[in-house]
């Protein structure tokens, strides 16, 4: 057989069966209280943080805590129900979505006034996105109150291109009442030298969308990170989870899940105890009181901007306006693109709402969040931590919904959107143009 | 090694339902045989074609498709201590879980390796030996270690641990176990002091096959490294009488349920 070498992969699925083969010991032979349920989630929650650090495969990770789950029941343990597991799974699992390829946009910026149901509908045309083989436009329809079916408001447009070809448009979205987001898809794609579109919305006239003499895009950045710093964003993915958290944040964060991520990085070697995002993230957890058993890492200081955003945690003089965007285009980050369509800022938090390609299932995060977290900071240096939530709403896009916390500076004039994922960071800065919401 | 994996096993057998009667299914020489079915080789073509398996067929198709998987190391037993309460109810919940992949799971495949092992004890420690004698050096898949390494090192260190554990009276959480990959028996070392102690083992996957699961692991006070010779139930086996120490040959028997050092 002779000397081989693992691959580091193969070292770090290892570990995770060492761990699962140590727990399933503890269960069957010491004879002291077991908790499957504990066993399975702080499995998983080690699990993850390896496939969040691209230590190992999806495939891998969930082979281990299966066949630890089956293991367990075997020897009449209680564990996680399959339904339970699957939602574990679910909400970790990352799976694909069709990607659009390189997507064009055309930002437009129209309001359109239409009536629905006997009550006036405010609708806000953000973006033109046309791909090779399809096109949409990003709407979000206001009421002035709660609207049964307004989302209704918002289908059966009508467009026509400057050649005189027809359009139907049809939405996908989502949205809570009165407001209501989405794309509206075109039922064919749009010739390459389309130079403007006429779009119809129902009971309005037509909205000339100028695509040969658009606005400029706003401004954006992209930056390549390297491979072996994806474990350090996990990490500081899980720190601004714990800022955004006690800014007000409402999911939890569970801190023996926390906890045993950091452990599995650590004991299979993805990370070591010099890590900076391991600092940081002990700096963290030290200041706001949490155990993650980091005891023993010597924390550097917090970086100034997370302190910042400490500082304003309880403020609430966040503005009630909503700055509706156009052309705020993210960068292609992982086969994704993301555009952002508004910020609605409330007094103690901001909600920003986006339209989203390729964005991998789940739309939500849990704890411990995966690699890719968004953040935001103002021109006054204020720094912006978010949770994400939202829902696909076809086979290609979601609509993803950020709360922002704590609340926007009344002060701040614009705003750079971060996200951050495996291979990189790209951002987008905006105006804050705030405006009355209806 | 001359002898074949299984040859240090005893036969084992279990009855099922079978149509009208209770048949005999027998573990015997490394593998699973419908003892009442006088054409049993011609049956299984038979259903191989499409026709109907009955009860006893149908088991003995099933251990055969898991006698290299993996799995059953997962789930199987790490040592005669540790018992398997495989009810039909436990049996039930270990369908596979659905995923988005596949949203309505397949019942049959991922609830047969429970089902084998509701068979008893000698039959989970019959089709962990064979599982394990697959992905040893002289098995069908010994060109598949490295990817197997993750869960071969679990498997050997979840049944090595517990033996070694007994052995010094140590912690079993202070056993290091790792694969040893070349020819030989491997390596044991002791490290550490008093209060502090950690056993290093080394140990082919084939410890797991030849010694571990006949029962061979702990005789007498010695350890089983390996299997010279087997005819059960005599074995002539290597052992060590303490860590760091050269390996004796020791002469074993199977008596009253057990193995010992024979006279």
Same mark, same amino acid.
């Given at each position: 057989?002779?000397?081989?070498?693992?691959?580091?992969?193969?070292?770090?699925?290892?570990? @995770?069966? =060492?761990?699962?083969?140590?727990?399933?010991?503890?269960?069957?032979?010491?004879? #002291? /209280?077991?908790?499957?349920? &504990?066993?399975?989630?702080?499995?998983?929650?080690?699990?993850?943080?390896?496939?969040?650090?691209?230590?190992?495969?999806?495939?891998?990770?969930?082979?281990?805590?299966?066949? =630890?789950?089956?293991?367990?029941?075997?020897?009449?343990?209680?564990?996680?129900?399959?339904?339970?597991?699957?939602?574990?799974?679910?909400?970790?699992?990352?799976?694909?979505?069709?990607?659009?390829?390189?997507?064009?946009?055309?930002?437009?910026?129209?309001?359109? @006034?239409?009536?629905?149901?006997?009550?006036?509908?405010?609708?806000?045309?953000?973006?033109?996105?046309?791909?090779?083989?399809?096109?949409?436009?990003?709407?979000?329809?206001?009421?002035?109150? /709660?609207?049964?079916?307004?989302?209704?408001?918002?289908?059966?447009?009508?467009?026509?291109?400057?050649?005189? &070809?027809?359009?139907?448009?049809?939405?996908?979205?989502?949205?809570?009442? $009165?407001?209501?987001?989405?794309?509206?898809?075109?039922?064919?794609?749009?010739?390459?030298?389309? %130079?403007?579109?006429?779009?119809?919305?129902?009971?309005?006239?037509?909205?000339?969308?100028?695509?040969?003499?658009?606005?400029?895009?706003?401004?954006?950045?992209?930056?390549?990170? /390297?491979?072996?710093?994806?474990? #350090? %964003?996990?990490?500081d993915a899980?720190a601004i989870r714990m800022l955004w958290r006690i800014c007000g944040g409402a999911a939890?964060?569970?801190?023996?899940?926390?906890?045993?991520?950091?452990?599995?990085?650590?004991?299979?070697?993805?990370?070591?105890?010099?890590?900076?995002?391991?600092?940081?993230?002990?700096?963290?957890?030290?200041?706001?009181?949490?155990?993650?058993?980091?005891?023993?890492?010597?924390?550097?200081?917090?970086? #100034?901007?997370?302190?910042?955003m400490?500082?304003?945690?309880?403020?609430?003089?966040?503005?009630?306006?909503?700055?509706?965007?156009?052309?705020?285009?993210l960068?292609?980050?992982?086969?994704?693109?993301c555009?952002i369509?508004?910020i609605v800022s409330k007094?103690?938090h901001a909600v920003v709402r986006i339209?989203a390609?390729?964005?991998?299932?789940?739309v939500c995060q849990?704890?411990?969040p995966g690699?890719v977290y968004w953040t935001a900071h103002d021109?006054?240096?204020g720094f912006y931590a978010a949770s994400q939530g939202g829902?696909?709403?076809?086979?290609?896009?979601?609509?993803l919904v950020l709360e922002l916390r704590p609340a926007i500076?009344?002060?701040?004039?614009?705003m750079r959107i971060v996200l951050t994922g495996?291979?990189? #960071?790209?951002s987008?800065?905006v105006?804050?143009?705030?405006?009355? %919401?209806? | 090694?001359?002898?074949?994996?299984?040859?240090?096993?005893?036969?084992?057998?279990?009855?099922?339902?079978?149509?009208?009667?209770?048949?005999?299914?027998?573990?015997?020489?490394?593998?699973?045989?419908?003892?009442?079915?006088?054409?049993?080789?011609?049956?299984?073509?038979?259903?191989?074609?499409?026709?109907?398996?009955?009860?006893?067929?149908? @088991?003995?198709?099933?251990?055969?498709?898991?006698?290299?998987?993996?799995?059953?190391?997962?789930?199987?037993?790490?040592?005669?201590?540790? +018992?398997?309460?495989?009810?039909?109810?436990?049996?039930?919940? *270990?369908?596979?879980?659905?995923?988005?992949?596949? $949203?309505?799971?397949?019942?049959?495949?991922?609830?047969?390796?429970?089902?084998?092992?509701? *068979?008893?004890?000698?039959? +989970?420690?019959?089709?962990?030996?064979?599982?394990?004698?697959?992905?040893?050096?002289?098995?069908?898949?010994?060109?598949?270690?490295?990817?197997?390494? !993750? &869960?071969?090192?679990?498997? *050997?260190?979840?049944?090595?641990?517990?033996?070694?554990?007994?052995?010094?009276?140590?912690?079993?959480?202070?056993?290091? &176990?790792?694969?040893?990959?070349?020819?030989?028996?491997?390596?044991?070392?002791?490290?550490?002091?008093?209060?502090?102690?950690?056993?290093?083992?080394?140990? !082919?996957?084939?410890?797991?096959?030849?010694?571990?699961?006949?029962?061979?692991?702990?005789?007498?006070?010695?350890?089983?490294?390996?299997?010279?010779?087997?005819?059960?139930?005599?074995?002539?086996?290597?052992?060590?009488? %303490?860590?760091?120490?050269?390996?004796?040959? @020791?002469?074993?028997?199977?008596?009253?349920?057990?193995?010992?050092?024979?006279?």
């Open positions: 057989m002779g000397d081989f070498r693992m691959t580091d992969a193969k070292l770090a699925e290892t570990y @995770l069966r =060492l761990q699962a083969e140590a727990a399933l010991r503890r269960a069957w032979r010491t004879g #002291e /209280p077991f908790e499957g349920h &504990t066993c399975i989630r702080l499995m998983a929650a080690q699990a993850w943080a390896l496939v969040c650090a691209d230590a190992i495969e999806y495939a891998a990770a969930e082979s281990v805590i299966e066949q =630890l789950r089956s293991a367990l029941i075997g020897r009449g343990f209680d564990t996680l129900s399959g339904a339970e597991l699957w939602s574990l799974q679910r909400q970790k699992h990352w799976a694909r979505r069709p990607q659009p390829g390189p997507l064009r946009t055309v930002p437009v910026g129209a309001v359109a @006034l239409c009536e629905f149901g006997g009550r006036p509908v405010r609708m806000f045309l953000g973006t033109l996105f046309l791909a090779a083989d399809s096109a949409g436009l990003s709407v979000i329809a206001t009421a002035s109150a /709660p609207h049964p079916g307004l989302i209704d408001a918002v289908e059966h447009w009508t467009a026509t291109d400057d050649r005189g &070809t027809s359009y139907r448009l049809g939405l996908t979205g989502d949205g809570d009442n $009165p407001c209501c987001e989405g794309v509206l898809h075109f039922d064919s794609a749009l010739p390459v030298n389309v %130079r403007w579109l006429d779009v119809t919305p129902p009971g309005a006239g037509p909205i000339r969308v100028d695509i040969e003499s658009a606005p400029p895009a706003l401004p954006t950045s992209a930056v390549t990170m /390297p491979a072996d710093t994806v474990a #350090e %964003r996990y990490l899980l939890a964060l569970d801190e023996p899940d926390a906890a045993a991520a950091v452990s599995a990085l650590l004991g299979a070697g993805v990370l070591t105890p010099g890590s900076m995002a391991l600092g940081r993230l002990a700096a963290t957890a030290s200041r706001l009181g949490l155990d993650l058993g980091l005891a023993s890492v010597p924390p550097p200081n917090m970086p #100034e901007h997370w302190l910042g400490l500082q304003r945690r309880d403020e609430r003089d966040g503005r009630t306006a909503v700055a509706q965007l156009t052309g705020a285009v960068p292609e980050l992982d086969g994704v693109w555009v369509d508004e007094a103690d339209q390609w390729g964005w991998p299932i789940p849990v704890t411990p690699p021109d006054l240096g829902r696909a709403t076809s086979d290609e896009d979601t609509s500076h009344p002060a701040a004039s614009d495996r291979t990189g #960071e790209v987008v800065t105006p804050l143009d705030w405006q009355d %919401r209806a | 090694m001359t002898s074949p994996w299984w040859a240090a096993f005893g036969p084992a057998d279990y009855q099922v339902r079978c149509g009208a009667g209770l048949h005999r299914l027998l573990w015997a020489d490394g593998a699973l045989r419908p003892a009442d079915h006088a054409d049993a080789d011609g049956e299984l073509v038979i259903v191989a074609l499409g026709g109907r398996a009955t009860p006893c067929l149908e @088991l003995v198709r099933v251990w055969d498709r898991h006698c290299d998987d993996l799995s059953v190391l997962a789930v199987g037993p790490r040592s005669a201590d540790d +018992q398997l309460t495989l009810s039909a109810e436990a049996i039930a919940e *270990l369908m596979p879980v659905p995923t988005f992949i596949q $949203p309505i799971p397949v019942p049959d495949e991922h609830a047969e390796v429970p089902a084998l092992m509701a *068979l008893g004890q000698p039959f +989970q420690f019959g089709l962990s030996g064979a599982v394990a004698h697959a992905w040893s050096a002289d098995g069908e898949h010994a060109g598949g270690l490295a990817e197997a390494w !993750p &869960t071969l090192t679990a498997a *050997l260190a979840g049944r090595f641990a517990p033996v070694a554990a007994q052995w010094l009276g140590i912690d079993p959480d202070d056993v290091e &176990t790792s694969i040893h990959p070349g020819s030989g028996w491997g390596a044991i070392e002791l490290t550490g002091s008093a209060g502090g102690q950690t056993l290093r083992g080394a140990l !082919p996957v084939s410890w797991l096959a030849r010694v571990w699961a006949p029962g061979l692991g702990l005789v007498g006070g010695h350890l089983v490294v390996s299997v010279l010779q087997a005819a059960w139930p005599v074995a002539q086996v290597l052992a060590l009488d %303490r860590p760091g120490a050269s390996p004796v040959e @020791l002469r074993l028997r199977h008596t009253a349920g057990a193995w010992s050092v024979a006279a």
